[in-house]
């Protein structure tokens, strides 16, 4: 065996995740492994049970993209028995996955990829007046005064003094890699506390909507809550939450949204990013970018309609975009040659969603060990391919295909960014290049948000209340064997799952999830997942005990391993609770 550089777990990421690196010449990265480390077993949970609760269940998939396996499982249901949605439900719908665009996409730069770029230490020599000129130089965030910054960084000296660093502990402070002034790193720290708080307010959109968060309600059929035009009862008690008060609520809320994506968020975007622009030269993983679309305007069964459109995208070639067929069976399969599964009809046979199998089969090492058995089976995700290609999900993929698609809006917004970082769009193939794209998506998605609530207050003022469609929600009516998928962008990417149904319960479930498609190891073919091919594009270790340039690259995907795993005993228990008091 080859000696690996052993990252295990990548930190600030949901889930368990192992990376193993061959170094070669001069610390440079020449194979790269992707594992991940615990097994998921949701299909199997889900099995015999009534169809319209599936979304509960899965929802529980992950609580970081808290609504995302919600929607997939009721349109998926719905999809399967004929269901239509009242165009209300579809614009609640198309404003509760908006906000976790943009609340994912803050959350991901600040608190879990903004410390690969931004050294938190070196921001106590920074001069907090100079940090004030540079935060005005290129924003207009009305809180960018000395007094601001001079605060933030009293607040960090009590941290480091009191021996108590907490969240910005273990990192690789004082690493060469880090480029950005002390200036910079002050305005970055000083914007990661205040997401913080910005984002308590965000996540109001979804408990007006959905009754809480994390895990809103979903309903098979449209939206779990009613609307009231009135705010008070005959009897002066308070209606539902979705009145006119309540929808004022949620103005007020997407207004701040946008304040913080146009005069923190993108700034600090641009600043950050032309510090680093060899960057926008390393990390490209395949080439290889897959959507499957939302946001529709009229439904899901109008492609026309929807915002993000679905295609594929192979070889950097942005001149073609590819249809998607998502019941064909010869599309999308998942593989098990390096997984710990096993499939009836073989480890190297791909399965559609519709026919997949889920049995476990673990063959790996016994832990502890010192590496993996890479040309044998080494994680419990499987490997996702579309036509037998290796696809790169996520932000990156959806906005190169609005690019290629020629939405104006995107096209304007790209070339504005590359021009300010005197780059080509070919830059965007890249590390940077993904954290460049959700950016620019969080401006696209944010500002479309006032148009789907101006549209609900309109049809809301014309007499439209209905958010259901009761129809076929007896179980009698079901035919007596239906499949359906239910699809949707999730903030990392293109997820999706399949239903099957007989004699009104569900008989096979699976869903491939956008961790799964990026982070899957490799395939009979010993084709790389994206995950492994990017660390193997121009990737060098100044320091292999501080694996920065990892992290970098593996954090610019946004892994959630959560939603590809999950951690049970062989009798299929939990292993472990947590209670924070």
Same mark, same amino acid.
């Given at each position: &065996?080859?000696?690996? /550089? @052993?990252?295990? #777990? *990548?930190?600030r990421i949901e889930g368990h995740l192992r990376i193993e690196a061959e170094l070669g010449a001069g610390n440079t990265?020449?194979?790269?492994?992707?594992?991940?480390? &615990? @097994? !998921? $077993?949701?299909?199997?949970?889900? =099995?015999? !049970?009534? #169809?319209?609760?599936?979304?509960?269940?899965?929802?529980r998939i992950c609580g970081v993209c808290t609504l995302v396996h919600g929607i997939a499982s009721v349109r998926a249901v719905e999809n399967a028995l004929g269901y239509t949605i009242p165009p209300n439900a579809q614009l /609640?719908?198309?404003? &509760? *996955?908006?906000?976790?665009?943009?609340?994912? %996409? @803050?959350?991901?730069?600040? %608190?879990? %990829?903004?410390?690969d770029w931004v050294d938190v230490v070196s921001a106590l020599s920074a001069d907090p007046a100079a940090t004030s000129q540079l935060a005005q130089? *290129?924003?207009?965030?009305?809180?960018?005064?000395?007094?601001?910054?001079?605060?933030?960084?009293? =607040?960090?000296?009590?941290?480091?003094?009191? $021996?108590?660093?907490? /969240?910005?502990? +273990?990192?690789?402070?004082?690493n060469p890699g880090y480029k950005l002034p002390p200036e910079a790193n002050l305005m970055a720290v000083a914007h990661y506390l205040e997401a913080l708080a910005w984002q308590r307010e965000v996540v109001q959109i979804h408990t007006i909507f959905g009754g809480k968060n994390p895990h809103p309600n979903f309903l098979v059929g449209g939206a779990p809550s009613p609307i009231s035009i009135d705010t008070l009862d005959a009897g002066g008690a308070q209606m539902t939450a979705v009145n006119m008060a309540g929808l004022g609520t949620i103005k007020s809320v997407i207004q701040r949204m946008r304040d913080f994506v146009d005069q923190v968020y993108l700034p600090d975007t641009l600043a950050i990013a032309s510090f680093y622009k060899d960057w926008f030269a390393r990390g490209e993983g395949v080439g290889n970018f897959l959507t499957y679309g939302d946001f529709p305007e009229t439904g899901m069964d109008d492609p026309s309609s929807w915002l993000i459109p679905a295609g594929a995208i192979l070889n950097r070639d942005l001149s073609t975009i590819h249809p998607v067929d998502m019941t064909a069976p010869e599309e999308i399969q998942e593989f098990v040659s390096h997984s710990w599964y096993y499939y009836s009809g073989g480890k190297d046979a791909g399965l559609h969603p519709y026919d997949g199998e889920t049995a476990l089969n673990y063959t790996g090492p016994q832990p502890p060990y010192e590496q993996l058995e890479v040309e044998q089976s080494y994680s419990w995700l499987k490997s996702p391919r579309w036509k037998g290609n290796v696809m790169e999900v996520g932000p990156l993929a959806r906005v190169l295909m609005l690019y290629a698609s020629g939405h104006e809006p995107t096209q304007a917004l790209a070339k504005q960014a590359l021009a300010k970082l005197d780059l080509p769009l070919t830059a965007m193939f890249s590390t940077m290049g993904r954290t460049a794209a959700r950016t620019l998506e969080s401006k696209i998605v944010v500002d479309q948000m006032q148009v789907w609530l101006d549209a609900l207050v309109v049809n809301i003022k014309a007499g439209d209340l209905t958010v259901h469609n009761p129809v076929k929600w007896e179980p009698s009516t079901w035919p007596k064997e239906a499949r359906g998928v239910g699809f949707m962008e999730a903030p990392r990417g293109a997820l999706a799952h399949w239903i099957?149904?007989?004699?009104?319960? /569900?008989? +096979?479930?699976?869903? @491939?999830?956008?961790?799964?498609? +990026?982070?899957?190891? !490799?395939?009979?073919?010993? +084709?790389?997942?994206?995950y492994e091919a990017a660390l193997m594009d121009r990737h060098t270790l100044h320091d292999p005990k501080q694996p920065l340039e990892i992290q970098r690259t593996i954090h610019s995907f946004d892994p959630c391993i959560a939603c590809a795993v999950h951690v049970v005993d062989p009798d299929g228990e939990e292993l472990m609770q947590i209670r924070v008091r």
């Open positions: &065996m080859n000696e690996r /550089i @052993v990252v295990d #777990p *990548i930190t990265i020449a194979g790269a492994y992707s594992s991940g480390t &615990m @097994v !998921r $077993g949701i299909e199997l949970i889900l =099995k015999g !049970r009534d #169809p319209r609760d599936a979304w509960a269940y899965a929802q /609640i719908r198309n404003l &509760m *996955i908006a906000a976790q665009y943009v609340h994912d %996409h @803050v959350m991901h730069f600040y %608190h879990l %990829h903004a410390l130089s *290129i924003s207009s965030y009305p809180k960018s005064s000395p007094g601001y910054f001079a605060d933030t960084q009293t =607040k960090l000296k009590a941290f480091v003094e009191g $021996g108590q660093l907490g /969240i910005f502990a +273990n990192g690789f402070w004082g099957v149904i007989k004699d009104t319960k /569900i008989d +096979n479930y699976q869903a @491939v999830v956008p961790s799964t498609w +990026n982070a899957g190891p !490799r395939d009979a073919q010993g +084709n790389p997942g994206p």
